[in-house]
Structures are given as C-alpha cells and as structure tokens.
C-alpha cells in the first residue's frame, strides 16, 4: 500500500511539473508572439505560426495524465482537488497557446502596413499578461493563495489597458482611413491579450479552490469584464 | 452496494439534467442577446445584462455536483469520463453565458448609433452558434458521436460567416468614418457568437472523447481558427 501512495505522489508531482512546463511554453509563446509585433520581424513570426504542436502535445498528455491518476488512484479531498483543478488549468494553457497563435496571424496582417504608432501599451500589456500566468502557476505549485489573490487585482489593469488601447486608436480610424485596417489589428491583439489575462485569471481561481475548498467565482455581482 | 450504486447513478442522471438545464440557459440568453441587436430593443437589453446570475449559479452547482461524485463514489472508467466532460462542458457554458453578456454590452454601444447595414449574417451566426450548442449537449446526453463530430463541420461554417462579416463592415469603414465605431462593434460580436461555437466544438470533442475515449483534438496539424 506503501509503495502505491508513494507512487501517487510520484505521478502528482510529475502532473505538476508538466503543468508548469506547459506554462512555461505559453508564456514563451505569448512573449514571441508580442516580440514579432513590436520588432516588426517577420521571419520570427513563421516560426512562430509553425510551432504550435509542442502545446497540443502537452494539453493531451496533461489530460491523459490527470484522467489514469483518477481512475487508478481514486483520490481523496485534498489531492482530488489539485487534479481537477489541473485538468481546468490544462485548458486555459492550451487556450492561451492558441491566442499566442491569434497574435501571431493578427501579427501577419498588420506588419503588411506601414506602423500606426509606436507601441507602447501592446508591449506592456503583453509583458503583464506573461507575469500573471507565471504568478498564477507559481500560486499553483506554492499552494499560494494571496498571490493567486494578487493576479484577480492584475487582471484589472490589464482591463484597463487595453480600454485605452481601443479608445487611442479610434481616434487614429476616425481621423485617417488608412489606419482603419492596422488600427483593427492591434485592437484584435489588445483583446487577446486581455483573454490570456483572463485564462490567468481562471488558474489562479482554480488555485484558491483548490487550497481553500472556497469558490471565489461569480462573486460581488460578478459580471463578464467590460467589454469595450 | 446496490443502494450505493444507484444512488450513483440517479446522481449522475441529475448532474446530466443540470449541465442540460444550463445549456438551455445559456442557449436562451445568446438568442436573447443577439435578439437586442436586431431589434434595437434597448429595454431587453437591460434586462439582459442584468441577468447573468442563474448561470453563474448553475455553474457552482455542477462543478460542485462533479467533486462530490468523484469524492463520493470513485468512479472508475466510463463513468469517470462522464463526470470529467462534465467539469469541461461546464466551464465552457460558463464562458458561453459570459459570452452572451459582452454581445448585450457591444449592442449597447452599437444601438447609440443608428444602423451601419440591414443585418443578415449576425443573426445567422446567432441561428448557427446556438444550433451548435444544442447539438454538442444533445450529443453529451445521447452520446452520439456522429451529432458531436457534426458540430465540428458547423464550425467552419461560423467561422466563414465572421470572416465574411469582417470584410464587408470593413469596406463601410474605409468609405464613412461615422460608420468606425458601430461597424467596430458588430466585428466584436460576430467574434463573440464565433467564439460561443468554439466553445460548442470544445463540447463536441468532450463528447467523442467520453463515448469514444478518442482524441480528436489537435488532430491534422491543427492550428487555432483563422484569425481574421
């Protein structure tokens, strides 16, 4: 009997430790996808676009992992909690490597126009939607609740950023119908960075059920996040 | 044990008619919303944004009715990729309902406006995205392969649709600056209503997984939707 919740244990944190490999290459994903966009490199961003089999490699393995953990270790409480929240938190990361993607062929079209600007809030909201997902996966592996806490507060920023993303460049489609084409383009990559926020945000709910047995979700009137 | 077991399985049988409930639900509000745009019904609009919380509601309760059989009852294989889709099925009807409430809060903004063009191909992906649903749940409770991997097919058709939305809204665009704004929202809901039929597919492939236990996810050489 030993042996088999040694090896329980074993299985778990190999679990975990692909979950964060998985976070890892997300955030790589995102990171590249942002990098091709500020630094108009093209070349980057086929790579980029070629590369999306590792991620979907790893969601399927997570899964497969979390489903024989299930079936053959039949878990109690605690560790039944960190695998359902796994197979939650397996589906953002593969969603937010997706968006990498969305970036990514967003990315292509725009960087066909001359820039409308210089880039400042893209890169700042990319760099906020990366350190949430790490501060997410850490409050995964660290049973971290105040800092899963803290990436529910991010979330608000990055909101708010890309709120002034959209509201800047429709003044630049009203003022010059050259931009309207490029300008629609950022706005696409402003929201899906702000869904990787909210994938973030997911794991990190995911985190503080999975510590607290308390469900933080569809709290105060929760509504959707703004949609502008 | 036999009283065991059928407990499990009036349980299972309840958490089936729950997820069902919540599809109908979520169904309903995507045709409520999309309802608002057509008809410039500012009124029900109101009362749409208002009512995300039976959903939310809903949602608690099924995650909460999947730990509890997997606490309760250890259920093995067949059974336990039933109660596995569930945790699944409810998450992306969770965000469909979400969904609904960002097409209600794009429509609040877009009827300030007065109409860009007659609408035809907002309401067919409305028509289209909802479809989806009821087929992905039909197939979950009749496990019918078949219906589910129908549901994948449909998807290229919604996607067609928002590619086809995109181009024509942007010809407005370039041609009248009054139409930026507006035109700009209805991009963001024919996004929102694609965005409901991925999250139709990703019941869809739940479902061939639970009936099947086969994979069809990130299968030949999949990438995310097109992103235009």
């Known amino acids: 009997m030993e042996r088999v919740v040694r090896h329980f244990q074993e299985e778990l944190e190999a679990l975990q430790e692909r979950l964060l490999a998985m976070g890892g290459l997300a955030e790589e994903r995102v990171r590249e996808a942002v990098r091709c966009v500020t630094d108009r490199d093209r070349t980057a961003l086929e790579v ?6 590792p991620i979907n490699d790893l969601h399927m393995e997570i899964d497969d992992r979390c489903f024989k953990l299930l079936a053959l270790h039949q878990p109690m409480a605690a560790d039944l909690r960190v695998i359902v929240a796994a197979v939650k938190i397996n589906t953002d990361l593969e969603r937010v490597g997706d968006l990498a993607v969305n970036i990514g062929e967003a990315a292509g079209r725009y960087l066909v126009h001359p820039p409308v600007k210089p880039l400042i809030d893209i890169p700042r909201m990319g ?18 609740v105040p800092l899963a806490e803290a990436v529910l507060v991010e979330d608000d920023t990055l909101d708010a950023l890309k709120t002034q993303i959209f509201r800047e460049l429709l003044t630049y489609m009203l003022q010059d119908p ?46 959707p996040h703004d949609d502008t």
Chains 1, 2 share one sequence.
């Open 178 to 223: 050259s931009t309207v084409e490029p300008a629609l383009d950022l706005i696409l990559i402003s929201r899906h960075l702000e869904r990787i926020g909210d994938h973030a945000t997911n794991v990190a709910e995911d985190v503080i059920f999975m510590v607290s047995a308390r469900d933080v979700r569809h709290q105060g009137g929760d509504t």
């Open 127 to 144: 760099e906020l939607a990366q350190r949430m997902l790490r501060d997410a996966l850490d409050a995964f592996v660290r049973r971290d």
């Open 48 to 53: 980029l676009l070629a590369g999306d089999q």
